[in-house]
Structures are given as C-alpha cells and as structure tokens.
C-alpha cells in the first residue's frame, strides 16, 4: 500500500512563505488523489488542497485559494504545498493523503475519501 511522508514545516512570522512536501511510495493502485488537509487544535481536520496525479487538475478550500498552490513532480513522487502570505490562523498540523477521484470537486477535499495518511508535519505562524 502507499505511504507519504510529509516535511517542510517550520515557524514562520505572518507574511512569509513555506513549501510543505509529500512523498509518496508503495503502489497507490485507483487512488490517484493526492490532498493536503491540515488540523489545528480543537478544530476538525479540514481539507486545503488536492490534485489529481493522473491529469494534473487541482481542487482547492475556497478562502485559501489565492495564497495556496498545489502541484506535483512525478519524477520525484512529489507532492507540494506552496503557502504564501502566511497568517496566524494557518497555525496547524498539516497532512497529506491518497484517496481516490470524484468528479464532484468538493468530495475531493473531504477527509473520509482518504484512505492512506502521512504522520503530518508542523506549520506555526506567529
């Protein structure tokens, strides 16, 4: 089955720019998503990006959209999270996971149409 390992987390001041990765190994099978989801104390995980490995098409959470790019390097197995014009309220673990497509674009951001998770990684923004 597939594995991920998240990295790039860091403490950042609001403003800044981080690039979270995901590495994926192992055979993924019919789950070609890949979505990064983040969760902050007493909050629920929510989704914030995802992309589809097989064509490139890229989902995104709304209110993020216009700081968050996601893309991928296939050679590498590599997906990226590009977060710019960080705020406090982006303080979170953030994860990624393999699920598999919908053609409704908002199923492709909920967390229970992912089956296989990395062990997250830590953004702090203050």
């Known amino acids: 089955h597939v594995q991920l390992v998240e990295s790039g987390g860091d403490t950042v001041q609001p403003g800044g720019s981080l690039r979270l990765s995901c590495v994926a190994s192992?055979?993924?099978?019919?789950?070609?998503?890949i979505g990064w989801f983040r969760q902050a104390p007493g909050k629920e995980r929510e989704g914030v990006a995802s992309?589809?490995?097989?064509?490139?098409?890229?989902y995104y959470e709304p209110t993020i959209r216009d700081r968050f790019t996601i893309s991928q390097d296939n050679a590498r197995n590599t997906v990226y999270l590009q977060m710019n014009s960080l705020i406090p309220e982006d303080t979170a673990t953030y994860y990624c996971?393999?699920?598999?497509?919908?053609?409704?674009?908002?199923?492709?951001?909920?967390?229970?149409?992912?089956?296989?998770w990395g062990q997250g990684t830590q953004v702090t923004v203050s």
């Open positions: 996971a393999s699920g598999s497509w919908s053609r409704w674009w908002r199923e492709n951001l909920r967390a229970e149409r992912y089956t296989h």
């Open positions: 992309i589809d490995t097989k064509d490139d098409s890229t």
């Open positions: 192992g055979r993924r099978g019919s789950n070609t998503l």
